[in-house]
């Protein structure tokens, strides 16, 4: 059934019933010295190459790529858009490796036909910190599908990782494949409700008008803590440990230091926003939340070509009552013109999804590991992991 998959070290769903293996690596690093040396072959007419996200007309040719090729909804209606400043962010964290920003092109016209890339990242599982790679952005051309080129980028990407010493990696998927550790369900808070029904992301409910759906989903115009304020450089070293005390409490999340934390969760404008709480007592940060940016294309819409979403990132309440504080970060994502505020049902987030008016969405979203068991799978609450 998975000709591809059925080759590689991932849990296997005819092992699923199979108790006496472990957690942890399912097969030893090799020797550096026995990781293939060249890249593999791909069909005579395209070439790999090794992508500069610095150089502007690469970086556009990327994102072009993937506005038109990349993830959409199951009855394509939507499209991700991810900005070039958001795939600059996303792939160039504290010491990546350029050999990981993986691209295709055809040989003649040289243009970019398929991606793949790779960030390292320090990932827990249970008590065990892991180095590990996180796969995103695998993409090949609509006119370039269903030719196993796909296998090849994955083969061609473990390979570089391979050669960094690096055997394990985590990515996720709207697909099923052999073995997710979860899978998580989307749920979409309105914002602009008006515009969400016109372009057939949600609909008017049963026995609802407009006015009374725009009444709904109406928030405050500021958020409502005092003490709420967007994170600044000053504050990387609180929220660091506020946020390793948090994820601490999760069975898979990310081992976050103050240069992740630098890089991941310092505000960018239209990329990453995050907020906090400051006592204004004690000018201490209790608590923190933050959202990146990541649009949708709006297929075949007359009044619109986009969507603006933001998705719930990592979350951290520990005076602040978390619905509360989630409650200021929708305010802030409606005074900043979202369209929607997404999120998914990870950490303690259920504890506010029903009561802030969000709805369960159609899609899902599996997380796998790569090289790495973990018997039976988690919840979603007990992952405390968000991937982008
Ligand atoms: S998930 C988003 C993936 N991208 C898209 O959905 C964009 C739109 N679709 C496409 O571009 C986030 C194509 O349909 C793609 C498949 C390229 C998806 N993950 O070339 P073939 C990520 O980026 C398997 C993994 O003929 P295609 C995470 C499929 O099961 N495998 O198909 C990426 C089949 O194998 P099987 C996927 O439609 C994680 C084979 O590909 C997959 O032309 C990557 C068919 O290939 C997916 N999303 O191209 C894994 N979709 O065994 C990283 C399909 O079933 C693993 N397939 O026959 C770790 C590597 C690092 C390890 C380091 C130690
Ligand atoms: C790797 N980083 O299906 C990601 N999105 O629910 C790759 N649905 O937006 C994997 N179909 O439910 C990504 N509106 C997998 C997700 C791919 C994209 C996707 C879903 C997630 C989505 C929307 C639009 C559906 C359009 C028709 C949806 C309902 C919203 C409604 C708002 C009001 C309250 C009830 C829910």
Known sequence: RHKFWETQPVGQFRDAADTSLPDGPIEPPTPLSEVRADPYPLPAAFEWLTCDLDDDAFLADLYSL?????????????????????????????SFFRAWHIGVRAKESKKLVAFISGVPARIRARDDVVRMAEINFLCVHKKLRSKRLAPVLIREVTRRVHQENIWQAAYT?????????????????????????????????????MSRTVRLYKLPDAPLTPGFRRMELRDVAAVTRLLRAYLARFVVAPDFDEVDVEHWLLPQEDVVDSYLVESPETHEVTDFCSFYTLPSSVLNNANYATLKAAYS?????????????????????????????????????ESFLKELKFGPGDGQLHYYLYNYRIRNGIKPSELGLVLL
Request: glycine fraction near 2%; proline fraction near 8%.
């Open 313 to 349: 990132y990592y979350n951290v309440s520990t005076k602040t009552p978390l619905q509360q504080l989630m409650n200021d970060a929708l305010i802030v994502a409606k005074q900043k013109n979202y369209d929607v505020f997404n999120a998914l049902d990870v950490m303690e987030n």
């Open 173 to 209: 998927a709207g697909v099923v494949l052999p073995t997710p550790i979860t899978t998580c369900r989307y749920w979409h808070r309105s914002l602009n409700p008006k515009k969400l029904i016109d372009v057939g992301f949600s609909r008017l409910g049963p026995r609802m008008t």
């Open 66 to 94: 993937l506005a038109h090729n990349y993830v959409e909804d199951d009855e394509n209606m939507f499209r991700f858009n991810y900005s070039p400043a958001f795939l600059r962010w996303a792939l160039k964290p504290p």
